[in-house]
């Protein structure tokens, strides 16, 4: 098979329809006369098809992608959760779904509630003192987190001396894009033999310069600090700030509190965290939970409470402006608040322990087929190394290409970069211990493979609707656009005719 398929508009036929409706009773006029002679891209025709090759069209289409409904997905560092349909459901409610940002505080008292609620949880769930729900992404809520470090740097006279982040070797690529991106210079601090923060590497660099440290934690390799009250503690004598991605914050609600480890602020991936889909690149959503010396300088608006009434407070003064259109990503906000209302406190830290259990039986069980660069009890997902199968002249990739025979998704390759020929593997919470010991077949039968017949993994996927691509060429001649043979001339056309219209060039 291959992904050669037919778009909608090469199917169906002239008199294929959807539902059969009675005959209109009411006059039927073109719509050109309505539009008074406007030109109207008549070459541009719609699809004629029945309802069911719509239908069959678009589960084709979805089943030749690998999801999260159709199979095991451990991609670490992206929670790749199963996302309880109710949340979809509840976002959906039509009060929800159609809020409008225009409305008014007065017409939105629902929606305000969910956005006030949900940060009163999250800053309940984190330990700290407030939160902006505004920024779309973990990677805005870093900028965001940093954009008010800096402003409480210079509120306090030191904005001019502090100028460098302090980021980790084993740090996600956007640490240093948005350390960059406000302005900041990324100073990398190598980590010690146990993939942790290696202190005294960062005592040496910390100084008055320092704005800020940054940290993952649990950190990239799944592995929690052990000297994280040490590091917090270091950050704050040398006058920075202590910032902690919380990618991985999956790990730890419900069984520890960054704002009790010492961290003065901290995003939340809710879409990592409090389910949410987030395959395709978004849309997530980004909360910033900070202590109380930042809080001033949070994004406007901020909802407050005024009795029982709720209100977009846009008068605040040292805030660091506004980040994002009307107030965030509502829908992804309202699936957040569902899945922590809906797990409750004993139930979110269910959640914790079980990805916790999951991921520490698939690493005892694995590390026998594969090299474990840091052997340590792990959180919430573990980094194995393929190097060990270059002798057979296999890589991490074939291995990840191999494991799609066998419906499961590869796991995150190459990343951390500090581990050579790096497997990062996130099973979550959700898995069967079945679905667990079926993935850990898949990849003892990968390793056995690599001694006895290389080729097979060389060769993988087989069973996939493409197998590998020629990346090269991928690259090299890049063709974007489907073209329908006879179809590529009337759309021509119609464009052009659409300009001359419009009195475009
Ligand atoms: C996913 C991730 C980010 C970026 O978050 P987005 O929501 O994808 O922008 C940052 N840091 C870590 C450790 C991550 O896993």
Redesign the pocket.
């Known amino acids: 098979m291959s992904l050669e398929r037919r778009l909608l508009i090469e199917q169906g036929g002239p008199g294929h329809r959807g539902p059969a409706l009675p005959a209109c009773d009411v006059p039927v006029r073109p719509l050109a006369e309505l539009l008074r002679g406007a030109r109207l891209r008549t070459a541009l025709e719609f699809p004629q098809v029945s309802e069911p090759e719509v239908v069959r069209h678009f589960i084709e289409l979805s089943v030749l992608n690998h999801h999260i409904d159709r199979g095991f997905y451990p991609l670490g ?3 790749m959760k199963h996302n309880p349909k109710i949340n979809d459901e509840l976002a959906s409610l039509p009060g929800i779904a159609l809020a409008h940002p225009l409305a008014g505080d007065d017409a939105s008292q629902g929606a305000l509630r969910i956005i006030h609620d949900l940060s009163r949880t999250l800053a309940e769930i984190t330990g700290f003192a407030a939160v902006t729900t505004q920024p779309a ?6 900028a965001v987190g940093l954009m008010m470090i800096r402003a409480w740097h210079r509120a306090r006279g030191e904005g001019e001396r502090r100028r460098k982040v302090l980021v980790p070797d084993s ?5 240093p894009a948005s350390v960059h991106l406000v302005g900041y210079e990324t100073v990398t601090v190598a980590s010690g033999s146990e993939a942790t923060v290696d202190l005294h590497a960062l005592r040496a660099a910390l100084d008055d310069s320092v704005a800020a440290i940054m940290l ?1 934690v649990p950190n ?1 390799l799944g592995l929690f600090e052990p000297e994280i009250l040490e590091v917090t503690r270091l950050a704050h004598e040398a006058g920075a700030q202590a910032y902690l ?1 919380g ?2 914050l999956n790990a730890l609600v419900g069984l520890a509190r960054p704002g009790d480890l010492g961290f003065d602020l901290m ?1 939340i ?1 809710v ?2 965290t409090f389910s949410t889909p ?1 395959g395709g690149g ?1 849309p ?1 959503a ?1 909360p910033v939970a900070v202590a109380a010396h930042l809080e001033p300088f949070l994004p406007v608006p901020v909802v407050t409470e005024h009795g029982d009434r709720l209100r977009w407070d846009h008068d605040r003064p040292r805030s660091v402006g506004r980040v994002h259109s009307f107030y965030g990503n509502f829908g992804i906000l309202a699936r957040a608040l569902a899945y922590i209302l809906t797990h409750g406190e004993s139930g979110l830290s269910r959640v914790s322990r079980t990805a916790i259990l999951n991921a520490n039986y698939l690493m005892r069980r694995l590390m026998a087929s594969y090299d474990l660069p840091h052997e340590a009890h792990c959180m919430h997902e573990f980094v194995l190394s393929g190097r060990g199968l270059r002798k057979h002249g296999v890589k991490t990739l074939d291995v990840a290409k191999r494991l799609l025979d066998f419906g499961v998704h590869a796991p995150t390759v190459y990343f951390p970069l500090i581990v050579e020929e790096a497997l990062m593997i996130e099973p979550t919470e959700t898995e069967t211990l079945d679905r667990l010991d079926h993935f850990a077949a898949a990849m003892e039968r990968i390793a056995r493979e690599a001694r006895e017949s290389p080729k097979i993994l060389q060769d993988a996927p087989t069973t996939t609707p493409n197998s590998r691509l020629d990346e090269a060429r991928a690259a090299r001649e890049l063709k974007l656009r489907w073209s329908v043979p006879g179809r590529e001339a009337s759309v021509a056309a119609a464009r052009s005719a659409e300009r001359q219209t419009i009195g475009r060039p």
């Open positions: 560092s992206c929670t992404a973990g990677a805005q809520g870093e740090a996600h690529g956007t640490n993952t990239t991605d990618a991985n995003h991936n879409h990592k987030h978004g997530g980004g």
